[in-house]
């Protein structure tokens, strides 16, 4: 059975829907499940999302029925039709066109199931499907650098979906197992409803906040995020330049596509660089010491990694980095690998992707809170831990001497039965007692997911998948929009909540709280 990602359109009963195909297949002497099938199967028996949907299209479902065969007209093994005359809605021409250019830029020969309602999902949608129909019939005409147009989040993401390699989009996109946490993700900051202030002077507004000496704009910087060439030619050297124009500071990962070196050189913006601890405590030792000597401020370590979390996505398309791409921090100690000579580690499961295998050989999951001693033994950078989500490990942080962390759970990409970031929050603020400050990410893809984080007792936010999403638009031009979005939303969101400062939000702000 083929799967239908989830593309925010309900399907209704998808069991049903592909045995009632299946069947007309094989009635009809198909080879294999394809489009016609499913889409005779959907609207034979549609569910009532798919009828709207078909409706909002104004498709005739009668006429529609009796074009199946139109789709596929005169393939070996397939049912021929003389009432190609009748042809289809102009709108269903439109999905169908969108449908056929996105297999195209997929490379695949046919069009599939997933094609086709992907392109019903960006003409019907009501948050920018029909200016997303128009980018994609002159993508090649417009300016790639120009992502005006796109409104939200969301929109960005619907873009970048269009312009980026399907492998891509999925290693960027998807999230460990099942990838619930990431939906529960979202979901946890929907529920924290705010009880708005009425009656305050918003007519100026402050949005800026400091932090371990840096003056945010707003509360707000951009998460370590690898490879990001695989989203625009440009990559981290983008993300850098659009940073330093915003005054957003940028957190640079261990696995970027451009040298840490190359990046500070690019701009002198604000930035941190995060850590993976190696197997190899010397190529460890020497990251630290290069960050160091090329300007960034603090040292961010992921230590909610010991493993890599298993990526089904990245396992299927059996991921690794194209020709041309490479993990530029790394590429000077290649030859120092991290296995002893003639070691065989066996395969934790079949047909893993190469970046689990490089976790597998690379990555040391001895690490403990001794490490951490040895780490600020290294370093006179200040030191964040990324990945914490219980009260007592963030108290043993500060006992420890980090000066803050970092509530998150990888965006959802390692445990997929991990706390949401938002339900974590207000115990690891509670466990620091003020003494260091806690950041927190994961979903956070509107000004008041920013203003709840801080009610919650956040000092700011990392901003993470959206920034590759205007990477993948527009380059540097669409990362420095992504941020501009969130600048005006929260800005926005503090004014309809009677919060003229940041100082200003507490917790009374929410209901429950």
């Not at 990245?314 to 290649?334: H, I, M, S, V, W």
């Not at 490089?358 to 600020?376: C, E, G, H, P, Y």
């Not at 979005?485 to 929410?510: H, I, P, T």
């Amino acid at each position: 059975m083929e799967e239908l990602p989830d593309i925010g359109m309900p399907l209704g009963e998808t069991a049903r829907v592909f045995d009632n195909a299946r069947t007309f297949a094989h009635v009809h002497r198909m080879q294999r499940l394809g489009t016609e099938s499913l889409l005779a199967a959907l609207i034979a028996e549609p569910a009532p999302e798919i009828s709207e949907a078909l409706d909002r299209l104004g498709v005739d479902i009668d006429r529609l029925q009796r074009m199946i065969d139109e789709f596929f007209v005169d393939l070996p093994g397939r049912r021929t039709t003389r009432i190609a005359e009748l042809g289809p809605t102009p709108r269903v021409k439109l999905v169908l066109r969108l449908a056929a250019r996105q297999a195209r830029e997929h490379h695949e020969t046919s069009l599939s199931p997933i094609r086709l309602f992907e392109a019903i999902k960006l003409e019907t949608d009501s948050s920018g499907g029909q200016m997303l129909a128009r980018l994609a019939r002159r993508r090649n005409v417009e300016s790639p650098h120009a992502p005006s147009g796109l409104h939200s989040i969301r929109d960005f993401r619907r873009a970048a979906k269009l312009r980026m390699d399907a492998v891509a989009f999925d290693y960027f996109s998807s999230g460990a197992d099942g990838q619930r946490l990431m939906r529960r993700n979202r979901l946890a900051w929907d529920e924290i409803e705010i009880r708005h202030r009425v009656l305050v002077d918003v007519s100026a507004v402050d949005t800026t906040t400091e932090l371990l000496g840096l003056k945010l704009p707003f509360p707000a910087l951009i998460a370590p995020m690898a490879y990001q060439r695989l989203a625009h030619e440009d990559g981290e050297l983008a993300t850098a330049r659009a940073a330093a124009e915003t005054g957003v500071p940028l957190i640079v990962s261990t696995m970027a596509n451009v040298t840490l070196e190359e990046i500070a050189a690019a701009t002198g913006a604000p930035k941190w660089f995060q850590l993976y601890c190696h197997r190899d405590r010397a190529i460890t030792e020497d990251l630290i010491k290069r960050a160091e000597a090329a300007g960034y401020g603090a040292l961010v370590v992921t230590v909610d990694a010991p493993v890599l979390g298993r990526r089904l996505a990245d396992e299927r398309n059996g991921f690794d980095l194209p020709q041309g791409l490479t993990r530029a921090n790394l590429d000077r100690y290649e030859g120092s690998g991290s296995l002893s000579q003639g070691e065989q580690v066996p395969a934790l499961h079949p047909d893993p992707s190469h970046l689990a295998e490089l976790f597998r050989t690379r990555q040391d999951a001895s690490l403990t809170w001794k490490d951490i001693d040895w780490f600020m033994s290294l370093t006179k950078l200040p030191i964040l831990l990324k990945g914490i989500v219980r009260g007592d490990d963030a108290k043993r942080a500060a006992d420890a001497g980090c000066a803050g962390v970092i509530v998150s759970n990888h965006g959802g990409r390692q445990l997929d039965a991990s706390i949401a970031s938002a339900r974590a929050l207000p115990e690891v603020v509670a466990a620091v007692e003020d003494r260091i400050p806690v950041l927190v990410d994961g979903s956070i893809e509107w000004g008041a997911d920013i203003l709840r984080a801080l009610a919650l007792g956040a000092k700011a936010v990392l901003i993470g998948r959206p920034i590759l999403w205007g990477l993948a638009v527009g380059g540097e031009a669409g990362v420095k929009r992504v941020l501009n979005l969130y600048a005006e939303d929260f800005k926005r969101a503090m004014q309809l909540a009677g919060c003229a400062s940041v100082q200003s939000v507490a917790a009374d702000l929410l209901a429950g709280i």
